[in-house]
């Protein structure tokens, strides 16, 4: 076919896809002066993807099927919008061949390769016979069309065990079984065969041999429609769960300079077998020795960025450049590896819960700054919902450095300086990998995650002197904060009080754990925080999203986040989840201001719930004061006669302020 039917310059990308891939491919875009046009599920309406795009369209429910792998709706987004151009992403159509078709038939450009080219690398089978014959390193194994059980039996045998299983038509990981003797190899076939029917609708296996400690090398490359093609460098994955990637890396520090230049080669050498147009990436195993091809995947890929971060490249802007059907910018010998650069994926996941998907509004969104290194690919702002319906990657932080130590040093602490709350997320445990001894010394494979899950996804920390002092605070300073905007509030002045030193009691337990006490004295005089026995000074200043805590002089940064009654704070220790208990509700032993019914902090009258004159039991409601948006109601002491009270509704109180008298019954 001509190639300028397939490729040629437009105007209009449409990108059909969401989240930080579909973010990703709206910033390239815009900045080579194309006008975008996101497409959207009904569970997307506000997503971030939505809201960059010059214009967006609705695709259908939230279910993918009625959205982002609808074809025909997504054809009839781009003819709505005069979109001249499709950028599938990853996942969802990106390895379709009937969607490029489809496009191509609507008079789009995809911007991909050709259907042809998917096809005939789209299966695993398939691929493995092309590269055969191309004479690229396989794994020793069987991808033959006979499938009955005789045939895979023998197939087996030959290569000997351990084997995999793989479906042909395979992706993420499913419809792969390992197998250890000829004894589970029946049964493992046959439940493999189901996962693949159901997922890909083809139960196609073919058979490998396992190689020992694997690991994940894979080359990108990207050719164009001028027959020009080079290889980007490779990069290792071989930190996975359940065969899904977690952290990626590039270049690998497994392989030598000879090393690295044959794997490019032979990458260079599958993409050549098809005269391969567009970014795409050859996958191989390797026993840390040599590499065997597994797969190719013929679009962009989650963890590009690393190639992007050691080439200068921008992968995006190159695809895009073989759509408008340019020549590629560089020739292979002008592309060079500069550094290093590691990626994690940061996924609303519980890692202490098996990993299970975690959904929800996203309250709190502090990532940091892309400075020093760091870049962070996006899908999520603040106050955005992470729904159930699509894959739960929220982000991708990068970071580059001359060396792999920096970078994994940058990496992590850009973890460590992450705050995102409403959701769980895995940010925790991809920062417990970084720091993890084996991962820094590359004594890894793939099977690493999985058998050092119970390290990796610990419990967090029992907070000690510093998080208790932080808690207070916490808030303290939010208190302070919160009276900022009221004039004249002795707030603003941290310490003020009418009379002399004052005390003042907290309570704060993680979980179902014991009380943990902490008083503060202050007034007149320095503040100090006092535990047990110990007696600590301490100041508190204000800062974006936290504060600076010093005691005895030591000054630490700590990340607060209050929501009424839950602090979450982030120290040099670590992350922390504390409940300040409730000083009056009923919840702790002790009762506040003893027999004086007084505002335990300043806040607002919003009910009196009991009248002048009425006869009270123990812990009966006397009015409810509204406190750091959180409602505290004020109960009766003990027994007795409700014999004045000192305020009114809308009353703003300080602390300290009698609000309401009860007499005694003298039981
Ligand atoms: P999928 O398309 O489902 O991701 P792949 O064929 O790419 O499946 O394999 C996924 C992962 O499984 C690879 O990254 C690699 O870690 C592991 N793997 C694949 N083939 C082998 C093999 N022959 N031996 C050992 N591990 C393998």
Known sequence: MDRSMLYRRFHTLLIANRGEIAARVIRTARAM???????????????????????AVLLGPARARDSYLNVERLIEAARKTGAEAVHPG?????????????????GLVFVGPT?????????KSGSKALMEKAGVPLVPGYHGEAQDEATLAKAADKIGFPILVKASAGGGGRGMRIVRSAAELGSAIVSAKREAKAAFGDDTMLIEKYVDNPRHIEVQIIGDSHGNLVSLFERECTLQRRHQKVIEEAPSPTLNAAQRETVCAAARKAAGAVNYVGAGTIEFVSDGKDVFFIEMNTRLQVEHPVTELITGIDLVEWQLRVAFGEALPLKQDEIRLNGHAVEARVYAENPTKNFMPSVGKISTWRLPAETGGLRIDA???????????????????????PTRDVAIERLNRGLQESDVRGIVTNIPFLSA??????VRTNAIDTGFIERELAVLASAPPAPGELELCAAVAAIVNDERQAAQGEANSPWQTFGWMP??????????????????????????GPSTLVIGERELAFTVAPKDGGFDLTLDGVKSQVAAVIDGHELYLRTRNGRFDLHWVDPFGGESEEHVGEDKIAA???????AVLAEEGAKLEKGAPILTLEVMKMEQTLRAPYAGVLKSIKCKVGDIVQEGVELAVVEPSGE
Not at 90 to 106: K, Q, T
Not at 499 to 507: H, K, L, P, Y
Not at 600 to 606: A, F, K, R, W
């Open 499 to 524: 009379v002399g030193r004052r005390q003042r009691s907290f309570a704060f337990r993680v979980g179902h754990g014991p009380e943990q006490k902490i008083t503060m004295n202050y007034g007149s």
């Open 90 to 106: 990853y996942g969802f159509l990106s390895e379709n061949a009937e969607f490029a078709r489809a496009c191509l038939d609507a």
């Open 433 to 438: 990998l970084m720091t993890h001894p084996k």
């Open 379 to 401: 899908g999520y702002r603040e106050r955005d919902s992470v729904s159930p319906y699509y894959d739960a990657m929220l982000a991708k932080m990068i970071a580059w450095a």
């Open 600 to 606: 335990p902090l300043p806040g607002t009258v919003v």
């Open 33 to 55: 002066g194309l006008r975008t046009v996101a497409v959207y599920s009904e569970a997307d309406r506000d997503a971030m993807h939505v809201a960059l795009a010059d214009e």
């Open 115 to 123: 259907a042809g080219m998917m096809t005939a690398m789209g299966s």
